[in-house]
């Protein structure tokens, strides 16, 4: 499917993209000299997801989930991230909880952005009944300058991880958070995000201090 969709005459290409389910405003934005689709489909089931990225002059990246009707791939569901501040919003996916069901991971998604600040969230999602849903959703990046300059600069930034558990049954999430204030390194902090049966989805625990000036 990456070859097919990625190879050909643009026209070609972008018409392939349209019979997958992807709107053809969309597909028209594709440019395959500037960025490649891709594609992840989930081994032990029918599903996929195809993820177009950042372009320029276009301010989002897509993500579509596709379901295999009949040997035809078809989009059943399909999200959308914002590009700010530096057009890196990118997708893998993940075995953490069941084999059977690969989970998610979107990073650098954009969620806010202005004079000295802006922000991007790590997302996990679901496929939850043929639909995309958000399971968690926190800062990645995060960065706030003062004017005048100086007075609270905030530089955050966040790795996450899919590590074992400490039972070895199932993975976690693992954040190493990093923040610099006023241009001083202040705190490495790390924390573990698990699976709420109750809540479904990922809640967090507590952070524990990893380094400190």
Not at 11 to 22: H, M, N, T, Y
Not at 68 to 82: K, T
Request: aromatic letters at 8%.
């Amino acid at each position: 499917m990456v070859y097919w969709l990625n190879t050909g005459p643009m026209e070609q290409q972008v018409q392939r993209l349209i019979a997958v389910g992807v709107a053809p405003e969309m597909a028209k934005t594709y440019d395959n000299e500037l960025q490649q689709v891709t594609w992840l489909q989930f081994q032990k089931s029918k599903s996929a997801v195809l993820f177009i990225p950042c372009r320029p002059d276009h301010d989002s990246a897509m993500l579509y989930l596709l379901s295999s009707i009949e040997g035809n791939w078809h989009a059943v569901d399909n999200a959308e991230f914002d590009c700010h501040y530096d057009s890196s919003v990118n997708v893998e996916t993940a075995i953490i909880r069941d084999s059977r069901n690969p989970e998610i991971l979107v990073h650098h998604a954009g969620t806010g952005h202005g004079t000295g600040y802006f922000r991007q969230n790590f997302k996990l999602l679901n496929v939850i009944h043929g639909k995309l849903v958000t399971v968690l959703d926190r800062d990645e990046i995060r960065r706030e300058h003062s004017v005048p300059e100086g007075e609270r600069d905030i530089d955050q930034s966040s790795t996450f991880t899919v590590v074992p558990s400490a039972t070895g049954r199932t993975r976690q999430i693992e954040e190493t958070r990093s923040t610099i204030l006023n241009g001083k390194k202040l705190t490495v902090q790390r924390r573990y995000f698990h699976w709420s049966n109750s809540r479904q989805r990922y809640v967090a625990g507590k952070f524990s201090l990893v380094s400190a000036p």
